[in-house]
Structure formats: structure tokens, C-alpha cells
């Protein structure tokens, strides 16, 4: 199975930050089947990004994905309040699909 | 709205039983593979299960294959899980989300309820 590591584990920024947030796949990903999801406390996870870069519905254009490969990243480009919160990356490329550790993104 | 509403967790004995469902609405729900997701407490997320959207093919991860059975209701719009030989390690928070709108396996999870815990202690 792929493994997905994800760094740093946690992130201490201010509003107004950008944040860039890295996913390591063990083997290539196929087919660019790479997801983000958001996590806030006690909520269920919500997915901002699928297939490597592209949006899901409502989600603002403060975030963006990007990479290739075994290398991807998550990019908020200014922070707001509302962003902090943990985040996932998920491969579905190969079966099983796996998801990193996640990210912590916290207030500095 | 999609909305996905999951039941049945709660207390179980090392050994024992649970079924869980998930009722869904908002989408055409047969045009969908659907998933098990869990989280023990404080960790990360954890793939369980998928079906696909005519409930002719599953998919188990390793931890709980040989235990637990993924069915779904395309008539009633629910999904569900049967939990046997559960063990401490399977207790967790169980999330119920759909796949994308390719109705492949596996796919990103568009859309998630809002967990039903499950734990299991003696």
C-alpha cells in the first residue's frame, strides 16, 4: 500500500500567513488521484481538493494543490481564522486508498 | 443538500457485535460507490470499507477483513456496516462518506456524515 507522509506535522502561523503544506507518496501516485481534506475539532473531515488541484464545491480559492508524482502540496495563500484546523491528503489511486497523518495548521 | 446520517454505534464487548447504518439523501444514491471511514481518539483517519454503487463489489481493509461486512439498500438510500469479532483497536468514531461521482473504487470522499462512536471495552 502507499504510504503518505505528511510534514510539518504542525504549523504555527498567524492570520494573514501563507501556509504550504507538503504530502510525500511512498510509490507514484496514479493518475494524479490526490485529495485534501479539512478537518476541524469535532467535526467530520470535508474535502477541499481532488485530483491533485482541483476544488470541491464552496471551497474558496485561498486554497489551492499542486504536484506530481510522489511529491504534492497544499497551499492556503493567506490564512483565515476559520483555516485552522488539521489537514489530510488521501490517494486513491492504487487500492487500498490511504491517507497521511495530517497536518496540524494551529495560531502562532 | 447532500446529507448522510449514520447510526448504531455505542458500547460493545471485546468478541461482540454492532451494526452500523448510514442513511443518505441529496444525491441519487445508487449512482455512488459508498465508504467506511474511521478515526480512533486523537488520531488520523482510517479507510474501512467501500462498496460500489450496485453493491456487486467490496473492498475490506486488511484490519478488518474476515470480520466486518459492508451491504447497502439501494432501495431504502442506506448503507451499512456489520461489526463482528470487534476488538479495543476498532473503537473509533465511524464516518460514513460517499465517493466521487465516477462511482469508482477507490475514489476521494466527497461528502461525509457526522460519525457515529463506536467503543469497545469490557
Known amino acids: 500500500e502507499i504510504v503518505l507522509t505528511q510534514s510539518p506535522g504542525t504549523l504555527s502561523l498567524s492570520p494573514g500567513d501563507r501556509a504550504t503544506l507538503s504530502c510525500r507518496a511512498s510509490?507514484?501516485?496514479?493518475?494524479?488521484?490526490l485529495a485534501w481534506y479539512q478537518q476541524k475539532p469535532g467535526q467530520a473531515p470535508r474535502l477541499l481538493i481532488y485530483?491533485?488541484?482541483s476544488r470541491a464545491t464552496g471551497v474558496p480559492d485561498r486554497f489551492s494543490g499542486s504536484g506530481s508524482g510522489t511529491d504534492f502540496t497544499l497551499t492556503i495563500s493567506r490564512l483565515e481564522p476559520e483555516d485552522f484546523a488539521v489537514y489530510y491528503c488521501?490517494?486513491?489511486?492504487?487500492?487500498?486508498?490511504?491517507f497521511g497523518q495530517g497536518t496540524k495548521v494551529e495560531i502562532k | 443538500e447532500v446529507q448522510l446520517l449514520e447510526s448504531g454505534g455505542g458500547l460493545a464487548q471485546p468478541g461482540g457485535s454492532l451494526r452500523l447504518s448510514c442513511a443518505a439523501s441529496?444525491?441519487?444514491?445508487?449512482?455512488?460507490?459508498m465508504n467506511w471511514v474511521r478515526q480512533a481518539p486523537g488520531k488520523g483517519l482510517e479507510w474501512v470499507s467501500s462498496?460500489?454503487?450496485?453493491?456487486?463489489?467490496?473492498y475490506y481493509a486488511d484490519s478488518v477483513k474476515g470480520r466486518f461486512t459492508i451491504s447497502r439498500d439501494n432501495s431504502k438510500n442506506t448503507l451499512s456496516l456489520q461489526m463482528n469479532g470487534l476488538r479495543a483497536d476498532d473503537t473509533a468514531v465511524y464516518y460514513c462518506?460517499?465517493?466521487?461521482?465516477?462511482?469508482?473504487?477507490?475514489?476521494?470522499?466527497?461528502?461525509w456524515g457526522q460519525g457515529t462512536l463506536v467503543t469497545v471495552s469490557s
Open positions: 510509490q507514484s501516485v496514479s493518475g494524479s488521484y
Open positions: 441529496g444525491f441519487t444514491f445508487s449512482t455512488y460507490a
Open positions: 462498496i460500489s454503487d450496485g453493491g456487486g463489489s467490496t
Open positions: 485530483g491533485v488541484s
Open positions: 462518506a460517499s465517493g466521487d461521482s465516477s462511482g469508482w473504487y477507490p475514489s476521494s470522499f466527497d461528502y
Open positions: 488521501q490517494q486513491y489511486g492504487n487500492s487500498p486508498p490511504t
